[in-house]
């Protein structure tokens, strides 16, 4: 057990180079659209103050691991949820244990990839804003100002010297006075919060924007008018097929006509983005242990300076 990699939060951050990342989190995206990945739907243990969720997953090519992930409350923070807890890596072909990481840069940077994944594929050009100032906001603006550092983003929340503070990520970031008036304009929205009720309308949003939506563990992210006339995008066919806590709040009893098209699909071309330019697209996350595995992946090979395959 002494050949375990054991790495603190700051260890994994530090070991996730945003680019690789991005390319191994499009492989996982492109083994879940295919059927290729195996990675049953999340289970969870429920505790007054939130849930413990487990997400095994294998994606050929990127190795096998397991998540362990608490999503509570925070009491101090009305609104907001931490994501606490561990990957576990194995070895794909002797079933080995290789690695513990911390979760919480894992998950986080992992969703901020898939996000940003959607956005490229499907969002037009223009403004850019994220809401929420919590760990996934932080992580989205910074995997943004990495990526696209000359693209101006704004950030919008409840607390103004939070917003400031994510904003100050980016090197062409600035903060926004209410959400309302920052999305008015947006070509793209990133939704990172811990929402248990709408903070985004269609009536706010414009007639061809993008969003991607990766918060709403506890509730509906989106109002249910901005998931009925959008186009529906997700990591997963379990995202509207399975109840919550795997699947997503929004995507809950969907009509039949209401199709949800997979991401991967897309990224593969196997499956075309927006049908038009004027459409309103929607990617709803609900995070995938194939991502866990693609993140997990990067940060060992980064440590070990080897490969898993």
């Known amino acids: 057990m002494s050949d375990i990699l054991v790495l603190d939060k700051e260890a994994t951050l530090a070991a996730l180079d945003p680019r690789q990342l991005m390319t191994a ?52 923070r009305p609104g907001r949820s931490s994501h606490r807890g561990i990957v ?54 910074s995997l943004l100002a990495v990526l696209q550092p000359d693209v101006p983003v704004t950030v919008v929340g409840r607390d103004p010297a939070a917003a400031r503070a994510v904003a100050a990520l980016h090197p062409a970031g600035r903060a926004g006075d209410g ?24 009536e706010w949003l414009a007639p061809a924007a993008h969003v991607s939506s990766v918060g709403g563990s506890h509730g509906h992210e989106l109002d249910a008018e901005t998931v009925r006339e959008a186009e529906l995008f997700a990591e997963w066919p379990g995202a509207a097929g399975t109840a919550p806590p795997s699947g997503a709040h929004e995507l809950q009893g969907l009509p039949d006509d209401c199709g949800v098209t997979l991401l991967g699909s897309v990224l593969a071309g196997e499956a075309p983005g927006r049908s038009s330019p004027g459409s309103l ?29």
């Not at 969870?44 to 992930?69: E, S, T």
């Not at 919480?104 to 850019?128: C, D, F, K, N, Y």
């Not at 999305?183 to 248990?196: I, M, N, W």
């Open 25 to 76: 989190v499009a492989e996982a995206l492109v083994a879940v659209a295919r059927g290729h990945a195996s990675a049953p739907p999340r289970t969870a243990a429920f505790a007054p103050g939130g849930l413990l969720g487990a997400m095994p997953g294998y994606v050929p090519g990127l190795g096998l691991a397991a998540k362990l992930v608490s999503v509570f409350h925070d009491p101090d």
């Open 179 to 202: 959400i309302e008036d920052a999305v008015r304009e947006a070509a793209t929205v990133y939704c990172c919060t811990g929402a248990t009720e709408p903070v985004l309308r269609r």
């Open 281 to 309: 697209t929607v990617f709803k996350s609900t995070g995938h242990a194939a991502l866990d595995v693609a993140a997990a992946y990067v940060v060992h090979r980064s440590v070990s300076g080897g490969a898993l395959r």
């Open 88 to 141: 576990a890596l194995f070895d794909p072909e002797d079933g080995r244990p290789l690695a513990v990481l911390d979760a919480e840069p894992i998950t986080a940077w992992r969703t901020a990839a898939s996000a940003t994944h959607s956005a490229l594929a499907l969002a037009g050009p223009g403004p850019v804003v994220v809401v929420g100032t919590g760990v996934q906001a932080r992580a989205q603006v």
